[in-house]
């Protein structure tokens, strides 16, 4: 099969300056995409700003014979968001990727932890990826193509003890794409999920040295720029980390149905088992589904 190729076609990767979104942006780029590097700069927290990484990774891009222009804007930031765009267009005059990839921790316990730090990561992580997302919507709508990968988390998925703001934005994330999987479908959008596990500056603290060593974000990348690439799906959470990669699904039990007369809380505690029993779960993949599910499950109670 011919290798995966971006050529003629431009990349916006926010958060590009370093870890991942350097990565993705290299690689993206070595594959012949036209790349916007955007990145604020700023520390592990969110505070401080400089265009410096960003320039960094561009001058790579151009060492290697390929084409980019950095951007320092906040993702948070509306204004700052559309001068990316606009540059974009202005040198390219396309809008084909968005890899959403910007973010920065807060980590407290939820008893410890202020409510400005928790509005401050769900913004960024959460706000900063519809906020590009919708700048570009319409440009790829007009094109009739766009790929947009978009960064979760297990700590959304799954949950992660002191995290409890960066765990809402991550799981927020997948809420806004399994919606814009679906709105995009007709203009050719396909919008996807990764949640990676790599050592970056957000994970360097939390695990030894070996650990990071096999962690190395160039591990994540190969899944990223394949849901960039024609071919890729859409509406999957992909998991990656040291190589390995996975798909993340929501599955929801058959359930039982209990009726809509005289229902109760007992019915509910004594039917208990049967509401969480495992035995033919599906993955839903829209709320239709889910629906119908419920209405068969009703009319072959009351057939019977």
Known sequence: MADIRFDNRVAIVTGA????????????????????????????????????????????????????????????????????????????????????NAGILRDKTFAKMDIPDFELVLNVHLMGTVKPAKAVWEIMRNQNYGRIVVTTSSSGLYGNFGQSNYGAAKLGIVGFMNTLRLEGQKNNIHVNAISPVAATRMTENLMPPQILERLKPEYVTP???????????????????????????????????????????????????????????QAYSTGGEQSQKFFRKMQETQGS
């Open 223 to 281: 899944g990223v720029v394949y849901l960039c690439s024609e071919e890729a799906p859409t509406g999957v959470i992909l998991t990656a980390g040291a190589g390995a990669f996975a798909s993340a699904k929501i599955y929801e039990t058959e359930g039982v149905y209990l009726g809509d007369k005289g229902l109760s809380v007992e019915e509910v505690r004594d039917n208990w088992a049967k509401i969480v029993d495992p035995t033919g779960q």
């Open 17 to 100: 300056g370093g870890g991942l979104g350097r990565q993705h942006a290299l690689e993206l780029a070595r594959r012949g995409a036209k790349v916007v590097v955007n990145d604020l700069g700023g520390s592990v927290d969110g505070s401080g700003g400089s265009s410096e990484a960003a320039l960094k990774v561009v001058e790579e891009i151009k060492a290697a014979g390929g084409e980019a222009i950095a951007n320092g804007s906040s993702v948070t930031d509306d204004a700052g968001v559309a001068n990316m765009v606009k540059q974009a267009m202005d040198q390219w005059g396309r809008i084909d990727i968005l890899v959403a």
